[in-house]
């Protein structure tokens, strides 16, 4: 168990380039997240999959940002055009689904971020 | 969607003195965590603690359900323990959403 992997861990873009990260679950979990956070605030949710399913997306996300899991393993999280309001650290977390019917028990393991700065 | 409070927003301490740090929220849940950022950025899970108490070394954190709060004990406390400290619940009440709403988090510092 090598924890959530994130790349890159730091990206410079220019405004209205397109950048991609890539984030690697742990292998046994079959939720992942994207959660981005900006300076001084609590993470905020992006996106959640459960396997290759998108199944929830925020209301804040744009149609600008897209998120895949194309087998259920790793995603990719792609911000097209990017804006200066897109600087921002973008946290993946995973989760494994609880056996037992427990549906509370959704406990997160965050990866160490993408920090995107967009001058 | 439910609301998240923390408090307070900053706290320095000396090394060796104990700490509550708050969370309130607006509706029933069935899911907190406590989570711990470290100053270069990286997110821990402390506790998953929707009821009751536990511990772990010298944390430990109460959520009393029916008053909608949740409380995190520091005890005896180092220097390593500096960073922001987020509560977080679902944002939803009820079944179906798995997105998990922050507080904005309470800052420690610890001081030698």
């Known amino acids: 168990d090598t924890g959530v992997s994130q790349n890159p861990r730091h990206k410079i873009t220019k405004r209205g380039q397109n950048v991609t990260f890539r984030c690697d679950p742990i292998s046994e979990h079959n939720r992942l997240y994207w959660y981005r956070q900006t300076l001084g605030q609590g993470p905020e949710f992006l996106t959640y999959?459960?396997?290759?399913?998108?199944?929830?997306k925020s209301r804040l996300l744009s149609d600008r940002f897209s998120a895949e899991r194309p087998k259920g393993s790793f995603s990719t999280l792609e911000i097209q055009r990017t804006e200066q309001g897109d600087s921002a650290m973008y946290l993946c977390a995973s989760s494994l689904r609880p056996t037992g019917g427990f549906s509370g028990a959704n406990v997160l393991t965050f990866g160490a971020g993408s920090r995107l700065t967009v001058l | 969607g439910i609301q998240v409070e923390q408090s307070p927003p900053d706290l320095i301490l000396q090394e060796g003195a104990n700490s509550t740090l708050r969370c309130n929220f607006s509706?029933?849940?069935?899911?907190l965590q406590w989570f711990h950022q470290n100053p270069w950025g990286q997110l821990i899970n402390l506790f998953y603690i929707p009821s009751g108490t536990k511990q772990n070394g010298r944390l430990s954190a109460t959520t009393v359900a029916t008053e909608r709060y949740s409380l995190l004990y520091i005890s005896s406390s180092q220097t390593t323990d500096s960073g922001v400290y987020f509560c977080?619940?679902?944002?939803?009440?009820?079944?179906?959403?798995?997105?998990?709403?922050f507080g904005k988090g309470t800052k420690l510092s610890v001081i030698p």
């Open positions: 977080a619940v679902p944002a939803y009440s009820g079944a179906g959403s798995y997105q998990l709403t």
């Open positions: 999959f459960q396997n290759e399913a998108q199944l929830e």
């Open positions: 509706d029933s849940v069935n899911n």
